[in-house]
């Protein structure tokens, strides 16, 4: 039987998306977890508990609390026989599962386990590599926490960018704008590196330091700097099962703790570690679970000129050690220079750890989820207790002043009338200083806002992440440059309805304000930078196209809103402005407007301090951060909690019949910006211990940044909120 051709067509599409389906369900499989094996030992729980576990049967609450007791009390004893968390034994990984059990469970009201890998990188499938196959190690930064000025690794004495293949600089991942801000560039490093062949004690450099450059090494090694590499996508690790812990790259040296004069010493051999997953059944090749590094001080036999790679004695096999009587000393007062040889070898261990797992290790002592949750209940704490004061400023006080203010209105009483209504001949009286600044002001707010709202949606849509480097930058930057029609369609409405005339400088400085500031702030910065040698000073080209992203998209997008703005009526208003002002009668001690001004910033600030405290150590202290579902919930609160607290202040300050809320309604939240920054410094002087000046400079100057686009982004809210509240309140009641 023949098909007709249009059939034939059909029936291959559909063969080909059953295959496609059969594909992607296979890939699925691969990657998800197992259930996550219980902490438990024999005779812990009830047979009937194990029996349903087993089985994979849904708990109930009583034997949920049955099974963690006996998991704490297991994990307790095995801490106590000496059993580590973070090497590579099965005791090990279900120590971690165990810690990190929360951080892998997805969902809001019925949870359901994931995988980290899952978690941290949504839809990426794990790299398989043949036996034999050439894979590159990456550089990353030399950084330290206490100093916020990172370099790049070639600027270290011995190291070398490795040569490429033009097809493997194609396949090499692309440096994004804001991996280029943030200084993160993926170059080969001088190893060779060949699936399941370990290379033994092989010499990669010979140097000779002196000079700037020791003296430069001595001050890397005093202010703790760590050397950073990736392969397959992981960090590299120094972990110690003795000591049980594990932190990301290696410190370039080491400070002995003998003796009155203090010495220091240079690691130059490298033992890294390449753990791998092999499965026949499920898939082809092997799948990379660790990579660790053991870093050696070893002053090695200096070959003579002309000698081979494999003439140094010192160097051979696998069993170069720490040795006291061979360490590398920096000493400033070697004459000639110090002649140093850089050494590696390479091992590779086969064990029982899944590719979903490999990133255990590296949550492992971060704080529990438990606490973002604690986060969002003391938002919402806040938020609560705002929305009844709001209800009760709607509902009970305003509903009877309504009420009263019609049924006079209605007999013609002639009584004077009292509280917020006699200044509705005012209320929407414009501000005798600079509407044009306020409307920049609150229309920059506006477009922050929807950037960071925006930016935080793509995150948890899994559109983008924030363990790609630079990724959440670049959407940051480009989401702000895209949303410059929303400050200038919001900007263009407030300043027609203050009837200003000058539209045209209205929409340039709202194009050109905050963006402008930003610029020479960070030009000067980058001056410095430039001048330590750092590896975020960003090149002329970053900046040009920064320039251009400016001009040529952000700006127009400014005009192209304003002009909208420009074109619809003036905002309509239940009350007509008088021509003369009404005299604003004395006001209390208690409604200044620089005390309700740090009253109003102290909610905002307190309904993200929490969080806050997460981010800053993602930024400053290299903490990984991924909630951004927790992060998305506090933005709205904190919009809900600025909108409250301008409407309320905004009420009590008409009720002591003072029109003037339009600068109050601004500054009343905006402040919530200088107790970021407050916040800032403590964190400078309690958690950061910076040394030098240049690191301080960078700090404060990006957190006055990130201060003031707070502040701006909160202003804004309570302007708007304020503004939509008398508009609500003046047009329920009859006014002449």
């Known amino acids: 039987m023949k098909l007709t051709g249009s059939f034939g067509h059909f029936l291959v599409l559909c063969l080909a998306l059953v295959f496609v389906v059969v594909v992607d369900a296979k890939n699925a499989d691969l990657s998800k977890p197992k259930v996550r094996q219980a902490l438990l030992a024999e005779g812990q729980v009830k047979e009937t508990t194990l029996k349903k576990l087993e089985d994979k049967k849904r708990l109930n609450r009583r034997e949920k609390k049955e099974i963690a007791n006996a998991e704490l009390e297991t994990y307790k004893k095995m801490r106590e026989k000496g059993f ?34 899952h978690v941290l990188f949504p839809g990426v499938s794990p790299e398989e590599y043949a036996v034999g196959e050439e894979i590159s190690m990456y550089t990353g930064l030399v950084e330290s926490k206490k100093t916020q000025v990172p370099f790049e690794v070639f600027d270290l004495p011995g190291f070398f960018e490795k040569k490429e293949s033009q097809g493997k600089k194609k396949l090499r991942m692309r440096r994004n704008l804001g991996s280029r801000l943030q200084g993160h560039n993926l170059r080969p490093a001088p190893f060779d590196l060949i699936v399941k062949q370990s290379v033994p004690c092989t010499p990669f450099s010979r140097t000779t330091i002196q000079g700037k450059k020791l003296r430069w090494l001595r001050k890397l090694i005093e202010r703790q700097y760590r050397v950073h590499f990736q392969l397959d996508g992981l960090p590299v690790l120094m972990r110690s099962k003795e000591l049980n812990f594990a932190v990301r790259g290696y410190p370039v040296g080491f400070k002995s703790p003998e003796g009155s004069r203090a010495e220091l010493y240079l690691y130059n051999h490298l033992k890294f ?57 920096l000493d400033v007062d070697s004459k000639g220079g110090i002649p140093v040889v850089f050494t590696y070898d390479v091992q590779w261990e086969k064990n029982d750890l899944e590719w979903t797992d490999r990133w255990d290790v590296y949550l492992v002592g971060s704080p529990d989820d438990d606490i973002h949750y604690y986060s969002i209940v003391n938002s919402l704490m806040i938020v609560l207790f705002m929305t009844g004061a709001i209800a009760t400023i709607m509902i009970r006080t305003l509903r009877k002043d309504i009420a009263g203010y019609n049924e006079l209105q209605a007999l013609e009483e002639g009584e004077e009338e009292t509280g917020w209504k006699l200044v509705h001949g005012d209320v929407f009286r414009p501000p005798s200083f600079s509407p044009m600044l306020l409307s920049v002001l609150v229309g920059t707010g506006a477009q922050l806002g929807a950037a960071v709202v925006l930016a935080i949606l793509l995150s948890v849509l899994r559109i983008t992440s924030t363990m790609k480097k630079g990724q959440m930058l670049t959407s940051l930057i480009l989401l702000y440059v895209l949303c410059g029609s929303v400050a200038g369609y919001i900007s263009a409405r407030i300043y027609k309805f203050c009837e200003a005339k000058a539209w045209k400088l209205n929409t340039m400085m709202t194009a050109t304000a905050l963006p402008g500031a930003c610029v020479i702030l960070f030009s000067f910065l980058n001056i410095f930078l430039s001048f330590a040698g750092a590896a975020t000073a960003v090149s002329f080209l970053t900046i040009i196209v920064l320039f251009l992203l400016w001009i040529c998209v952000s700006a127009p997008l400014v005009f192209v809103g304003a002009f909208i703005g420009l074109k619809l009526p003036t905002v309509e208003v239940p009350t007509k402005t008088k021509q003369i002002a009404r005299v604003i009668p004395e006001s209390q001690w208690m409604a200044h407007p620089a005390l309700t001004m740090l009253m109003g910033g102290v909610l905002p600030f307190g309904s993200v301090c929490i969080e806050l405290a997460f981010i800053m150590s993602a930024l400053w202290l290299h903490q990984i951060y991924y909630v951004m579902g927790f992060l998305l919930a506090v933005v709205f609160i904190l919009f809900a909690t600025c909108a409250q607290v301008s409407i309320v202040l905004c009420y009590l300050q008409l009720c002591a019949e003072d029109h003037r809320w339009w600068w109050k309604s601004f500054l009343n939240c905006a402040t919530a910006g200088g107790y970021l920054f407050l916040y800032s410094l403590w964190f400078l002087a309690s958690r950061l211990h910076l ?28 302007f708007i909120s304020s503004f939509w509240f008398t508009r609500i309140i003046y047009g329920a009641v009859k006014v002449d």
């Open 84 to 117: 580590d968390e973070v090497g590579h034994s099965k005791e090990a990984q279900m120590m971690r599962q165990y810690r990190l059990r929360n951080k892998k469970k997805r969902g809001i009201l019925r949870k359901r386990e994931a995988s980290l890998a």
């Open 273 to 329: 570690t390449i753990t791998y997953h092999e499965e026949p059944t499920q898939f082809e090749g092997i799948r990379i679970t660790g990579f660790d590094v053991h870093p050696v001080s070893i002053a090695h036999d200096i070959p003579e000129e002309g000698a081979g790679a494999r003439d140094i004695a010192s160097c051979s096999g696998f069993g170069v050690e720490n040795d006291p009587s061979k360490y590398v000393a």
């Open 691 to 718: 040394v030098g000046i240049l690191p301080v400079v960078v700090y404060l100057t990006y957190m006055t940044m990130i201060s003031v686009c707070f502040g701006l982004f909160c202003g804004a809210a309570g």
